[in-house]
């Protein structure tokens, strides 16, 4: 399973049509119908995962999550403490969890410039194409984003642990609050961890509270004391059966408080529709690959 490396984490030939859309089968309605029952199975054994299943019911259901082949949308980030501000266009693969990018953009945190370039993940490696782009990263950034934006769905996906806290506000608004952690040995970032805050209203996912354990081992991981980051999830709008964010906004989050904001990204052209084009996830001879962390 790809998994979520938020250790924080276009131009047209790099993406599909919008108009091309992705036939579905019976064969593929079937295999759909099946993960979604294994999903449920699996979310409804812990007390962790039934909060994970009702955000996922309030935002479109297994049923539609398992149904939709692809995501795509223009994913676009500014993180002022990296220096870091791009924009590109993904499509990815849901079964397979790989992935290409257009880049669009790219420039500091606070100024964006038109950019020409790609990076894919195609399940066994990255590459960034041409090679003398030193970012973004593609081995961190090529699902990254995917998995921001596709929360809570892809926390039904095997190898995760749930665990039921306290209730808890959330700028006034009461949450139930549910923590997420991987199995060992699982992606890049092994000691990442997760915490929902579920609007105990709407059931949606209102924010995240994420740790960033890129590139170490998980027993480094696990004895450091990675920072937080509040990340808010905002502007949601309903896509293909789906309901999703289009704006989040991430902040410093320490001793139980909200510090200063650190992060702000954008979703747009969203569909769960799009052909995936096997063709991009080719290496063109002026692409490099972006080695493991442990290889760096």
Known sequence: MSRLSIALIFI?????????????????HAQAQAQAQAARARLEASDGGRVVLRAIEAQGGLEAW??????????????????????TFMVVDNNSRRAYHTILEQAGADST?????????????AWISPASLSGPNPRFWSLTGYYFQSIPFVLADPGLHYEVLPDAPLDGVPHEMVHVSFSAGVGDSPGDTYTLYVDKATGRVSAIRYTVTYGQSL??????????????????ESV??????????????ANGEKGAKRSEAFVSDISFRRAFDETKLEMPDDARVQPRPSDD
């Open 240 to 253: 293909d059966g789906l309901t999703v964010p289009t704006r989040f906004e991430g902040y410093r989050f």
């Open 113 to 125: 410039a038109p950019a020409t370039g790609r990076f894919a993940w195609d399940g066994t490696r």
């Open 219 to 236: 027993d480094e991981a696990r004895q450091g004391s990675p920072s937080e980051t509040l990340f808010y999830y905002l502007d949601h």
């Open 12 to 28: 047209v030939f790099g993406c599909g049509s919008p108009d091309e859309q992705s036939d579905t089968t019976g064969a593929d």
């Open 66 to 87: 398992y149904a939709a082949p692809t995501s795509s949308y223009a994913w676009e980030y500014a993180n002022t403490g990296a220096n870091a501000h791009f924009k």
